[in-house]
């Protein structure tokens, strides 16, 4: 079993619709949680952590679930500049990482 | 801002090369990572450094090999190119502690033939 698992899509949406990606984690001792955002062909960037309490920037909120050992993204208003793959990360330790393999999502004019 | 930088972007090496993929780091992070990412099996860790001559394995260290004799300096080594080390290699540094954001450099599509 994978330590953090996501549906790799792709989802295709149009503009202006509401996406939400689920990820789950296999570890229940993670402690820190991350969605880090990847164009095609270029490096992953940080999009933002994951707080126990929920946590919004904008047009993004990400939940953690540690009942059910999941965090999710959503995203509203998806704008044409969203289309990326979206990683989830589990965290246990500083060397300890675990990402998921992403969700590819395009967003349609 | 933050900085990774790996200094080659795009490789083609000859079965059986030796390759050197450097990254540095201008952040004064002790973490250092190298990861491979393929399509569906997403990132792969490869080596870890917490600190100058440290070293850890991460999951998939057959093949390759690492150097961190300077803190902002984390160098890749294949000893001997194999067509399945054809890749996108990624380098990335952290923090120390737990719960800090990993950055990445651009990465390396090394191709080997």
């Known amino acids: 079993r994978k330590e953090v698992e996501q549906d790799p899509g792709p989802f295709n949406v149009p503009e202006g619709a509401t996406v939400a990606f689920n990820c789950t984690y296999s570890n229940s001792a993670s402690q820190s949680f991350f969605w880090y955002r990847q164009d095609c062909r270029k490096e992953p960037k940080l999009l933002m952590s994951v707080y126990s309490s929920g946590n919004e920037d904008g047009r993004f909120t990400a939940q953690l679930n540690r009942a059910s050992q999941y965090i999710s993204l959503l995203i509203r208003d998806s704008k044409l500049s969203d289309s990326a793959t979206y990683l989830c990360v589990a965290q246990t330790g500083a060397n300890n990482l675990f990402f998921g393999t992403g969700t590819r999502l395009t967003v349609i004019p | 801002d933050v900085k990774v930088t790996q200094s080659s972007r795009y490789l083609v090496k000859r079965t059986g090369e030796k390759v050197f993929l450097e990254c540095v780091q201008d952040?004064?992070?002790?973490?250092m990572f190298w990861y491979r990412q393929d399509p569906g099996l997403g990132l792969r860790l490869i080596y870890f450094?917490?600190?100058?001559?440290?070293?850890e394995k991460g999951d998939i260290p057959e093949g390759y090999s690492v150097s961190r004799e300077k803190k902002e300096r984390f160098s890749l080594i294949l000893e001997s190119a194999s067509t399945n080390q054809t890749s996108m290699y990624l380098c990335?540094?952290?923090?120390?502690?737990?719960?800090?954001?990993?950055?990445f450099g651009e990465g390396s599509w090394l191709t080997v033939v």
């Open positions: 952040m004064d992070h002790e973490n």
């Open positions: 990335a540094s952290s923090l120390w502690q737990g719960g800090n954001t990993i950055y």
């Open positions: 450094s917490y600190d100058v001559k440290m070293k």
